[in-house]
């Protein structure tokens, strides 16, 4: 108790000495980003500062250092929270910013892996550099709160909280138990098994200075949101497993949907400075000029035109580019068995930066369940995507559905860049009606696809499809659901299934290739969350258990992010790997068998120069069959037989700028490094 008298002596002593009020000036915080484990900067890091509220009020990426600098920032309290694709969001609560100093406050993360919640830091180290003076209560501070009691000033301190009655404070580490304290300069500590993705003690001093209180039983209720789990199978990634079960587990079900989405093509399309050509029409036709697909390019420039979907009689050969009042012709399309077709366009580069995002969720009976949770889910989604996103315009829509002779067929809220007005929508919508297996998706995916007003030009056109049930069944609604999936592809809109308890195998492989037809990806629920009736394993090999919620948020961040015209963080500062270094960490974390702590110890793996504009330089120590080049999404581009080869070159000077990856298995492990292209 002597300690927390002295704190509450000393902001008294502050609070009474200053007999005026202080002009409030704007603060700013500052600081690094970097890997967890390699200690490396990490470029185009999101770091967003957040009210009270959840409100965004300052955001900014990090540059090619892995520094951010955001300001001005009105002094106060705020929660700061860092994501980036590939790794776990962090958040730090409790960040104040004070009038006239800085705030610095550096971030490590680590790669995103079977967790099922980001990394909460409530404080990442005590207070013995004064230049950190993100938790330093002064009395220009106190003159600037709104209440100025003690008790809420001294639980302005990382770690400490106020009972509802201000008559007590509590201390709290960053794990959340109640049992340690970090005031001032010292860090009070009793956890028994530290965390080190979350504790970073360094100073100690006994318990016994401090009252050690229990903690409420209140504070350990689960929020709403963020509960159900899920899973996502990116068949592109896999693309030769993909061609195994379809043509194997899952043959009867192509044949009964007559669809089958193996004839694939691939077009890479550029500006001439390496920038991806975002929401270009490219048709693809056969040989007498018959117009077989078409669709839109992605935000990574890429698209994905099909031959022999639905008609085996098709047989694509050139594509068409409309850009721009203009008119690209590719001949002699290769199949993607032979790789990636790569153009680029000299035209100026001009990049959407409207964000379309449609839900569509089956409201049949059979999800009463389940749906209580999507309303939460969807609204909580919908505010972070705000603040992970900066694009100008996002907007969203939704349709319900169920059934004919229920109280509906659909209920549908069209475009708004006012997205509270999809969220009152969602919030409105109970579960009921339907009985029989099949519903009325079709006639929503009517509604969604083709009644909504989508953006005529957009960085991404997302339909989030929640059901779990398929269509029904006959010629007339094949017919029709052809038609929609090749409408949805024409107007750029990637369609991802989030398949609830229910679904059966015959459903599993219909909403696989409609996400492989639209460029979009297959998601489902687990039983990990205990929530609803259980849920069918997919067909595949492995994948990753999320909160539904961050699988959702992490999908339209891939989705939707492209990289600025003038790139200046690309030309900027720029660090090269030198030759002689070996890296560190290279596991990639979605691999099902790696081994915990294998590192350059087992395999020395060398790439140089990092960034690059076009050459990379890679060097071996083992031998490895074959090496890939893929997307952040993990499309493969370049694959490369090596064989005896232990030092070699590959090309990335005709890909976008952005972030790839490299990666060979070497002795039964799954070898991963990041690689940037820069412009």
Not at 3 to 13: K, P
Not at 245 to 267: F, T
Not at 317 to 345: C, S, W
Not at 623 to 652: A, M, N
């Amino acid at each position: 108790m002597k300690m927390l008298y002295s704190l509450a002596f000393g902001l008294m002593f502050s609070f009474l000495c200053c007999n005026g009020v202080a002009q409030t000036r704007p603060g700013s915080l500052r600081g690094t980003v970097m890997d967890f484990a390699t200690g490396e900067p990490l470029t185009f890091a999101r770091v967003s500062v957040k009210d009270e509220a959840g409100v965004v009020i300052s955001t900014g990426v990090t540059d090619m250092d892995g520094k951010y600098n955001l300001n001005p920032i009105a002094p106060g309290e705020y929660t700061v929270e860092v994501s980036l694709i590939g790794y776990q969001t962090v958040k730090l609560r409790r960040v104040i910013i004070s009038p006239h100093v800085p705030t610095v406050q550096d971030f490590k993360m680590s790669l995103a892996s079977t967790a099922l919640s980001e990394v909460v830091i409530v404080e990442d180290r005590p207070l013995i550099e004064k230049t950190k003076s993100s938790k330093i209560t002064t009395a220009e501070d106190i003159q600037n709160m709104a209440v100025r009691d003690i008790t809420f000033a001294a639980s302005k301190a990382a770690g400490v909280s106020r009972t509802s009655g201000n008559s007590t404070v509590f201390f709290q580490n960053p794990q959340g138990v109640w049992n340690s304290s970090i005031l001032g300069d010292i860090t009070i500590s009793g956890a028994a098994h530290p965390n080190p993705l979350t504790d970073f003690n360094i100073g100690f001093m006994s318990p016994d200075k401090v009252e050690i209180l229990d903690e409420p039983k209140e504070l350990n209720k689960m929020p709403e949101a963020r509960i159900l789990t899920a899973g996502e199978i990116h068949d592109f990634s896999k693309w030769e497993l993909w061609k195994d079960i379809s043509d194997d587990q899952l043959k009867q079900w192509k044949e009964y949907w007559n669809i089958a989405p193996l004839e694939r093509y691939s077009l890479q399309l550029t500006f001439t400075n390496g920038i991806p050509i975002v929401d270009a029409e490219v048709v693809f036709k056969d040989r007498r000029g018959k117009v077989i697909w078409t669709c839109r390019t992605d935000n990574t420039g890429k698209a994905e035109m099909w031959s022999k979907l639905f008609d085996q009689d098709q047989e694509g050969q050139r594509a068409e580019i409309h850009y721009n009042d203009r008119i690209f012709t590719v001949d002699g399309l290769k199949p993607i068995t032979q790789g990636m077709n790569i153009m680029q366009i000299d035209e100026p580069c001009n990049l959407p930066e409207v964000l379309d995002i449609s839900f569509v969720v089956d409201a049949t009976g059979s999800m009463s369940d389940e749906i209580a949770f999507l309303k939460a889910e969807l609204g909580d989604v919908i505010g972070r995507i705000q603040s992970v996103l900066n694009h100008s315009s996002i907007r969203t829509s939704s349709v319900f559905y169920r059934d004919k002779g229920d109280e509906y067929v659909t209920r549908e809220s069209d475009f708004s860049d006012n997205v509270s007005q999809t969220e009152n929508f969602i919030q409105e919508q109970n579960a009921g009606g339907g009985g029989d297996y099949p519903e009325a998706l079709i006639e929503a995916m009517e509604v969604a696809v083709n009644k909504f007003k989508w953006s005529n030009k957009a960085v991404s056109r997302i339909m989030f499809l929640v059901l779990d049930a398929p269509p029904h069944y006959g010629e007339d609604e094949l017919r029709r659901l052809h038609q929609l999936l090749k409408d949805a592809a024409r107007k750029g809109i990637r369609i991802i299934p989030i398949a609830s308890s229910g679904i059966d195998k015959r459903t599993e492989y219909l909403l696989r290739s409609m996400a492989l037809a639209t460029n979009g990806t297959y998601t489902f629920l687990t039983d990990d969350s205990g929530v609803g009736d259980s849920h069918i394993e997919p067909t595949t090999d492995s994948y990753e258990v999320e909160l539904l919620n961050d699988l959702m948020v992490r999908l339209i961040h891939q989705f939707a992010f492209i990289p600025a015209c003038m790139n200046q963080a690309m030309e900027a500062k720029v660090s090269v790997d030198p030759p002689d270094q070996a890296l560190e960490n290279p596991l990639h974390p979605n691999d099902p068998d790696h081994t915990e702590g294998a590192g350059p110890e087992d395999v020395f793996f060398k790439l140089y120069p990092n960034p690059t504009r076009d050459l990379v330089n890679i060097e071996l120590d083992k031998e490895v069959e074959e090496l890939f080049l893929t997307d952040l999404r993990g499309k493969i581009l370049q694959r490369k037989e090596i064989g005896k080869e232990r030092s070699f070159q590959l090309s990335l000077g005709n890909y976008p700028v952005g972030t790839y990856f490299i990666r060979f298995q070497a002795e039964k492990k799954w070898i991963t490094r990041q690689i940037i292209r820069k412009a």
